[in-house]
């Protein structure tokens, strides 16, 4: 089994995983994957990608809580070709926008313009 983690998601590959091809039984035979603090604050949901997915998870088995991914595997089949990917949503980073340097000078210049056309008007 090879376990990649992206910046937008985490995928599951049991290309290797022969002989074996069931997860054992129990309360929550769970994989339990933890970010580093800083990334998980921007992470807001882990959604199973339908799309390439033939583990048979379902909703209810991938939870995403603090800083941690749970994905229960509990009594699922799998073989050489079953994949997983789940695709993790964050929220966007509001970068600040810096004042440009010479927005001050422009606004004053346009003030300076305004004060001169109006003492002409005033002549």
Same mark, same amino acid.
Not at 7 to 19: C, E, G, R, V, W
Not at 21 to 46: H, P, R
């Given at each position: 089994?090879?376990?990649?983690?992206?910046?937008? =998601?985490?995928?599951?590959?049991?290309?290797?995983?022969? +002989? =074996?091809? #069931? /997860?054992?039984?129990? /309360?929550?035979?769970?994989?339990? =994957?933890?970010?580093?603090?800083?990334?998980?604050?921007?992470? $807001?949901?882990?959604?199973?990608?339908?799309?390439?997915?033939?583990?048979?998870? $379902?909703?209810?088995?991938?939870?995403?809580?603090?800083? %941690?991914?749970?994905?229960?595997?509990?009594?699922? +089949? =799998?073989?050489?070709? $079953?994949?997983?990917?789940?695709?993790?949503?964050? %929220? %966007?980073?509001?970068?600040?926008? +810096?004042?440009?340097?010479?927005? +001050?000078?422009?606004?004053?210049? #346009?003030?300076?313009?305004?004060?001169?056309?109006?003492?002409?008007?005033?002549?």
């Amino acid at each position: 089994m090879a376990i990649d983690v992206g910046a937008d =998601f985490l995928t599951i590959d049991f290309t290797n995983s022969a +002989p =074996f091809s #069931l /997860f054992a039984t129990g /309360f929550k035979n769970t994989y339990v =994957f933890t970010f580093a603090s800083s990334v998980a604050l921007n992470i $807001t949901d882990a959604i199973i990608d339908t799309n390439v997915t033939t583990l048979g998870l $379902t909703d209810g088995r991938v939870t995403f809580s603090g800083n %941690e991914l749970f994905v229960n595997v509990q009594s699922l +089949p =799998f073989d050489t070709s $079953t994949f997983v990917r789940i695709n993790l949503t964050s %929220e %966007e980073a509001v970068a600040a926008v +810096p004042l440009p340097a010479g927005l +001050p000078l422009l606004l004053l210049g #346009l003030l300076g313009i305004g004060l001169q056309a109006r003492r002409k008007k005033a002549a």
